[in-house]
């Protein structure tokens, strides 16, 4: 296990729920952390930019009277996800918000830019960069990275092709800081083989999905409840990256997923007031075949926990 900064170090349970676009709220990061796993949200699910401020007090307002009355449970940190590309005209105003607030972990994704990374290290926070193979690790590294997001196949929404294994074991042959792992996790014992891979967290998103908690329609926790990996289409139409959705919301919309064209990549859209994705087009890992019921945040971190200590206790006779 890698030497963790401060912030990573006292999360009690090694998961870190992923940003999820429109669905993750403070509602849901406050449950995540209060349950003991990191929540996170993206800064552009404020709308409009002005409600980021507000959303901040109200997270670091409610952990830090969580922790007050509960000092014997303290809650995990929280992280903003910020989108780190040209097409992202409020990056410079959301990560104001966040040096404002102090956010403990600050999450990257489709860019690595340097001065990011010391406005978060000016006031102490931890900058997590998601990458999809080996090469953009070693870039964000370089660009002063702290940590990063492995996103191997089977993640949801934007992912990699690279199976977790190979991920992972070549970023460990270089990399001994905090490294989280992305890729159909949705049990304790998938979080557990995470960590037996040299990954110190995993970072789950769909699971979340299906919460009493998490933004999203009804219909879609309850297709991500009914659905399985044969469910899953990787396609780049909807934002220009490839990623990982479901096939029953591809033709709620009138498409068929099997032939879906190609986009052009130079035309990326990550969630404009004009986006069908993700408010349609349903975003989700193929992981998803473990979760079963939509229960609450405190529930599901519960279980997982059950599940980790029933995988752990399977393995101690090896």
């Given at each position: 296990?890698?030497?963790?900064?401060?912030?990573?170090?006292?999360?009690?349970?090694?998961?870190?729920?992923?940003?999820?676009?429109?669905?993750?709220?403070?509602?849901?990061?406050?449950?995540?952390?209060?349950?003991?796993?990191?929540?996170?949200?993206?800064?552009?699910?404020?709308?409009?930019?002005?409600?980021?401020?507000?959303w901040l007090a109200e997270i670091t307002e409610a952990l830090a009277a969580h922790n007050k009355a509960h000092p014997d449970r303290p809650a995990?940190?929280?992280?903003?996800?910020?989108?780190?590309?040209?097409?992202?005209?409020?990056?410079e105003h959301d990560m104001g918000m966040c040096v404002k607030?102090?956010?403990?972990?600050?999450?990257?994704?489709?860019?690595?830019?340097e001065e990011i990374n010391q406005a978060a290290h000016s006031y102490g926070g931890v900058v997590l960069h998601d990458i999809i193979n080996n090469?953009?690790?070693?870039?964000?590294?370089?660009?002063?990275?702290?940590?990063?997001?492995?996103?191997?196949?089977?993640?949801?929404?934007?992912a990699g092709v690279k199976s977790p294994f190979a991920l992972v074991q070549e970023i460990r042959q270089w990399f001994d800081g905090p490294l989280a792992l992305s890729g159909s996790i949705a049990s304790g014992s998938a979080i557990l083989a995470a960590l037996a891979m040299g990954a110190d967290f995993a970072y789950i998103g769909s699971a979340f999905i299906a919460t009493d908690e998490a933004r999203a329609a009804e219909e879609y926790k309850q297709c991500i409840v009914d659905s399985d990996s044969d469910d899953i289409i990787y396609s780049n139409l909807f934002t220009g990256v490839h990623g990982n959705y479901l096939?029953?919301?591809?033709?709620?919309?009138?498409?068929?997923?099997?032939?879906?064209?190609?986009?052009?990549?130079?035309?990326?859209?990550?969630?404009g007031d004009k986006s069908k994705a993700w408010k349609d087009i349903w975003g989700s890992g193929q992981g998803i075949g473990a979760i079963n019921k939509v229960q609450s945040t405190a529930d599901l971190v519960s279980q997982f926990k059950r599940e980790f200590a029933e995988a752990?206790?399977?393995?101690?006779?090896y």
């Open positions: 296990m890698s030497k963790l900064p401060a912030a990573l170090a006292a999360v009690p349970f090694p998961v870190i729920g992923s940003p999820l676009f429109i669905i993750s709220t403070p509602k849901l990061v406050i449950a995540q952390c209060i349950a003991g796993v990191v929540g996170s949200m993206p800064a552009l699910n404020a709308r409009p930019a002005s409600q980021l401020d507000e995990a940190p929280f992280a903003i996800n910020q989108i780190v590309h040209k097409s992202n005209d409020r990056l607030y102090k956010v403990p972990i600050i999450i990257t994704s489709l860019g690595a830019r090469k953009f690790a070693h870039k964000a590294i370089e660009k002063g990275a702290d940590g990063l997001v492995a996103v191997a196949a089977g993640a949801g929404g934007h096939a029953p919301s591809v033709r709620r919309a009138g498409m068929d997923p099997d032939n879906l064209p190609e986009s052009d990549p130079s035309k990326m859209d990550f969630g752990k206790a399977r393995l101690a006779h």
